[in-house]
T-cell receptor
């Protein structure tokens, strides 16, 4: 099983809403990532978790709050977002190490209205 | 900082053609390079992973090469099909980044018409 599953596939939220994105993998990967991708642009790294601890935060605004409750799950909690936060949010996972392959989910298309 | 460039930005070819997508990177100190496929509005599908010590990887009609010293990789697609239409992204994993930080190019948007 080389699958990273993201839910929901689509999300529309108002600027005052609170919502969460979910990511799950069962490949035994202990590194998990959130990327943000705007249209026609490459993915941009947001957060990296290693062994369930936050290792990298790419200066992401606090309205995005990641959580890694266990080795298979990664959440991204959203609150008070802006319309410019509308994007495709991608989750990825990999083994921790040098020559490791990254596996991506199908993404959540987020629209902030 | 690692910069990854992909040429061409877009490519349109008739079905059956063999084609080459190019990727270049500025810092040759990499662990590996991955080629991904992305369909519109979808996630990334890993196509090939080349370790820094390797020169080539093949999967079906796809062949990827790596010349680390010159900072270049190519993705060769044989006998292209309309189903190959997608955006192809290359990404490198730089040394000093065991946590898997990937540096992406902007992609080549491929259209294969029947």
């Amino acid at each position: 099983d080389t699958e990273v599953t993201q839910t929901p596939k689509h999300l529309v939220m108002g600027m005052t809403n609170k919502k969460s994105l979910k990511c799950e993998q069962h490949m035994g990967h202990r590194a998990m990532y959130w990327y943000k991708q705007k249209a026609k642009k490459p993915p941009e790294l947001m957060f990296v978790y290693s062994y369930e601890k936050l290792s990298i935060n790419e200066s992401v605004p606090s309205r995005f709050s990641p959580e890694c409750p266990n080795s298979s799950l990664l959440n991204l909690h959203l609150h008070a977002l802006q319309p410019e936060d509308s994007a495709l949010y991608l989750c990825a996972s990999s083994l921790v190490g040098e020559n490791t392959e990254a596996f991506f989910g199908q993404g959540t298309r987020l629209t902030v209205v | 900082k690692q910069e990854v460039t992909q040429i061409p930005a877009a490519l349109s070819v008739p079905e059956g053609e063999n084609l080459v997508l190019n990727c270049s990177f500025t810092d040759s100190a990499i662990y590996n390079l991955q080629w991904f496929r992305q369909d519109p509005g979808k996630g990334l599908t890993s196509l090939l992973l080349i370790q820094s010590s390797q020169r080539e990887q093949t999967s079906g009609r796809l062949n990827a090469s790596l010349d680390k010293s010159s900072g270049r990789s190519t993705l060769y697609i044989a006998a292209s099909q309309p189903g190959d239409s997608a955006t192809y992204l290359c990404a490198v994993k730089g040394r000093g980044s065991t946590l898997g930080r990937l540096y992406f190019g902007r992609g080549t948007q491929l259209t294969v018409w029947p």
